[in-house]
């Protein structure tokens, strides 16, 4: 072993999923160690078991006799951003159509705008205490889009953004560029700027892991979303979509077919989209903020993980449709709203969440696993998934470091 050795004891309860992608009903079997101690080194889990049968060490680390869970992984969040939507809430709640506060210059148009006249070091200040936020709730992996820049180069200082706000945070960030909303005119020229310019411009750079493209009526058709996604897959990257936020027009057909890391959202999912993920190796990642916040209806969380899909768990965290910088509330909408129950939501928020964002080395806590943990205020680790208003995380475990 390299590294300092830590063994971190007095764990009343070590609760973990098992290594990799759940599916179905095994998202429900957790591994639950009482009396519990982890071993760590390298900023790497090297061995968990019963205290009684550690390995000796120098350096003991007592957690006070509360639970230990994975450290959370945020899939999906649009924390990149400038302005406000305050007055779209106000209209939303009185009852104005979405289209009527479009008009009058508000919705995703007053975001790009407002985005737009920050530099990046400024949207990174702006991005940051986000990012800390998520932290500690209990996220220490964060996915962060693109997708509020009125053109290529807005959209490239939205990623660089998100690099300058990642050098400066000590948990991980994955960032993805997301095509949201074509251009009223154009949109070949558009797709076709995508896919020669802009894709490959971002591969080059390394700016992005992934692409995410928004597949609805009202943004890229299922056509143009096939164009952007094989230009990614040719340059190396990653391939996500948005889809059946509002209708099913294929957007989760197509991201199965084409082996998507991940679709999110599906609050319209119905059941040719929650068998066709069933049959996938593709992730179906549920956003209960926007259920919440929006009051749309949920995504089909148990209709999916019956069926035997692998159910995955995000914030959303953006200005207009789910203003919620907690990952520990995600899961506990998570259980409310979508119906998991608490052990499958905990799979949902931690190596299913890091599924879908193509990470196999975090979400478990097991020997070879990054040692990303958290430190509970409870003896019991229901508390994560039932406390509503407050943090039932205590401490923070980043690579073994406590924040």
Wanted: net charge negative; proline share 5%.
């Amino acid at each position: 072993m390299t590294g300092a050795e830590t063994l971190f004891t007095n764990i009343c309860q070590l609760v973990t999923p098992g290594v990799g992608v759940q599916r179905g009903a095994a998202m429900r079997d957790l591994t639950v160690i009482p009396d519990a101690a982890m071993l760590v080194s390298g900023g790497v889990i090297h061995w968990v078991g019963p205290r009684a049968e550690a390995p000796g060490t120098a350096q003991e680390h007592d957690l006070s006799g509360v639970a230990v869970v994975p450290g959370l992984t945020d899939p999906h969040t649009h924390a990149v951003w400038a302005g406000d939507r305050l007055a779209d809430f106000e209209a939303r709640v009185q009852g104005v159509p979405y289209e009527e506060i479009l008009a009058r210059g508000g919705g995703i148009r007053s975001t790009t705008k407002a985005t737009s006249v920050r530099t990046e070091s400024e949207l990174a200040a702006l991005t940051l205490p986000r990012l800390e936020a998520l932290l500690r709730s209990g996220a220490t992996t964060i996915e962060i889009k693109s997708g509020y820049g009125h053109d290529f180069d807005e959209e490239i200082k939205i990623l660089q953004a998100s690099y300058f706000a990642e050098t400066e945070f000590i948990g991980s960030v994955v960032r993805t560029l997301l095509l949201h909303v074509p251009p009223v005119e154009g949109r070949k020229d558009y797709v076709r700027g995508v896919c020669e310019q802009l894709i490959p411009e971002v591969a080059s750079e390394n700016l992005a892991a992934a692409v995410d493209v928004f597949t609805e009526r009202e943004a890229f058709t299922v056509e143009e979303t096939r164009a952007i996604l094989q230009a990614a897959k040719t340059h190396g990257l990653q391939t996500k979509l948005h889809a059946d936020q509002f209708h099913a027009i294929g957007g989760t057909e197509l991201a199965c077919e084409l082996g998507a890391l991940s679709v999110d959202h599906l609050e319209a999912s119905g059941p040719a989209q929650i068998a066709a993920l069933a049959a996938s190796n593709t992730v179906a990642t549920i956003l209960p903020g926007v259920t919440l916040h929006l009051g749309l209806p949920a995504a089909p969380g148990r209709a999916l993980i019956d069926a035997g899909a692998a159910v995955a768990v995000g914030t959303d965290l953006n200005p207009g449709s789910s203003p919620l910088f907690s990952a520990q509330l995600a899961l506990a909408l998570a259980v409310r709203l979508c119906r998991l129950t608490p052990a499958e939501a905990l799979t949902a928020c931690t190596v299913n969440a890091a599924a879908a964002l193509g990470l196999s080395d975090r979400g478990a806590l097991a020997p070879g696993q990054r040692a990303d943990f958290l430190a509970l205020h409870s003896h019991d680790w229901r508390d994560l998934p039932y406390t509503l208003g407050a943090s039932p995380v205590r401490s923070v475990f980043v690579s073994g470091t406590e924040l």
